[in-house]
């Protein structure tokens, strides 16, 4: 049975994280001083250790429930950061707050690139092991492009700026698409990263078997650097949906689905710019004969190192500063 004397002594803990909250809510996270953001730390953690003992009780049921939304705020406002305002906001999430919702959910972009992986890698063997597999696929428009030694993307080059707004929409599409497959417990998100994976591996097969894997993967590298882990990322992003569905933990599902599901906003959000940069490249630059492959392959390895070494290390100092 829970005690009035608990109650009342741990209500003044919580009514004292609802103001330090208060004050984020109208003055941000830089109002609050180096002890008051280790205090708001140090409540949080105690809330969640009272939720816990109040759940366990069904004398406290009725105090769970305004505990769980509190506990809700107090996560955005620790780990979602200050609210973003103008274009100064707007640089400093992609700079700072981005990278780091990326570190936070990397097992779960993992998750999605390795079952694009293992995709990719059946795609090869069903098209090495099973022709007609490849050329049902593929369909007999692409087959015959490849059989005659040309790439189909080769349209592209004559119609560079359409081209380019239709790439960056469709693979915004897709990007969106898998994130909100995560609402199917991430069947969905799954399915998508394994079709795409297959995709690739038995285009890769075709155009080996043509004599043009060159020509592909040279066209797929400027513009896959982005574009592929853009695509991990939001698959990541719809498992962080399918994360806070079936393991809310200490929270109610609707209150964990609410939780993740901001964080996978956000996670997804970061995928945008990345797309946009990959459409140019793919409209402009990927298709483009006048370059050479050796370039294309540059500009990838610039891109990657420029794009990771950004998303593992940008963000660091300043979150350490506000530890």
Known sequence: MISAYWLGKRQLHWDRLSHLLDQVQHQGLASLTRNELQEMGLLYRQAAADLSALREDLSGKSYARSLNLLLSRAHNSIYSGQKSRGISGIVGFYRYEWPRIFRRNIQLINLATLLFVFGAIAGTLLAVTKPEFMRLFVGPGMMNTIEHHKMWTDSVVTLKPLASSFIMTNNITVAFTTFAFGITAGVGTAYMMLTNGIMLGVIGVACWM???????????????????????IAGGAGFRIAQGLLFPGLLSRRDSLAKSGAEAVRLLLGTVPMLIVAGIIEGFISPSTNIAFYWKFTLAGVLGTVFFGWLFIAGRRRAESLA
Request: aromatic share 14%; no cysteine.
């Open 210 to 232: 043509g004599g043009m894997s060159l020509p592909l993967w040279s066209f797929v590298a400027g513009h896959g650097v982005l574009e592929l882990p853009a695509i991990f």
